[in-house]
């Protein structure tokens, strides 16, 4: 299988933006997103609309996530998977890699810098690819002296379970202190084409969106003017 970066530069490079779909059965803040529509079926729907990787959340109290979740949606579909939650050991990266998933999301927030560097060189021995997320200069500059070469920015506050109103405002204020050679995702509050394209044009290489997805009414139709980054009738 391809590798989750690479997919996303594939994608890039093929003049579309490279849309992470999150496959969160619940917000915090919005309540339930799937509202009885199966996750692996929307997985599949996704790639086959374009999608060149697809995001699992399987943190279960808060998101409604699980590793059957993330199975299920590996298992289902042949573009690399990314699995997001509060990783904070070993055994979570191996589970994860089990899952079936190419790549794990480490949150700058939840750990010390030692702790995020042991975990880091582990994700690589499993050949996990680690998205370092980030949502300050301080925690990039962590990003940067660990040699990240996938970085994510959340563009709202993780530890307040993203319950506040972040928006690709973050993304661009910080885009400028990512390395040259990495890849920058920006993750969280975009719900619009437009905020898809101005991530970008800041200098993200993809976006990762998930609520405004599951909340538009003909996600076939948003997902692709997602990927346009502009509004308008399907073609």
Request: aromatic share 4%; with cysteine; charged share 30%.
């Amino acid at each position: 299988m391809i590798g989750f970066s690479q997919s996303l530069k594939r994608k890039k490079d093929s003049g579309w933006i490279p849309v992470i779909p999150d496959i969160k059965r619940i917000s915090p803040k919005e309540g339930d997103l799937f509202r009885g529509r199966d996750p692996a079926d929307a997985a599949i729907r996704l790639e086959q609309l374009g999608a060149p990787a697809i995001s699992v959340v399987t943190e279960p109290k808060n998101f409604g996530g699980s590793i059957k979740l993330l199975e299920d949606v590996a298992s289902a579909v042949s573009v690399p998977v990314l699995r997001k939650d509060f990783i904070t050991d070993e055994d979570d990266l191996r589970r994860t890699k089990d899952s079936g998933a190419a790549a794990v999301l480490l949150i700058c927030a939840c750990m010390p810098a030692v702790q995020m560097r042991k975990l880091y060189g582990i994700a690589l021995r499993l050949s996990l690819e680690p998205l370092v997320e980030t949502s300050t200069a301080e925690e990039l500059a962590e990003a940067r002296r660990l040699g990240a070469k996938l970085i994510g920015v959340n563009n709202r506050n993780i530890l307040s379970l993203e319950r506040d109103d972040g928006s690709v405002s973050r993304t661009q204020e910080l885009a400028a202190f990512v390395p040259r050679d990495a890849l920058l995702v920006s993750e969280s509050g975009i719900k619009t084409p437009e905020q898809a394209r101005a991530a970008i044009e800041a200098g993200a290489g993809a976006v990762l969106v998930g609520t405004a997805i599951w909340k538009s009414g003909d996600i076939g139709g948003f997902y692709r003017a997602m990927c346009r980054g502009e509004s308008g009738r399907d073609e």
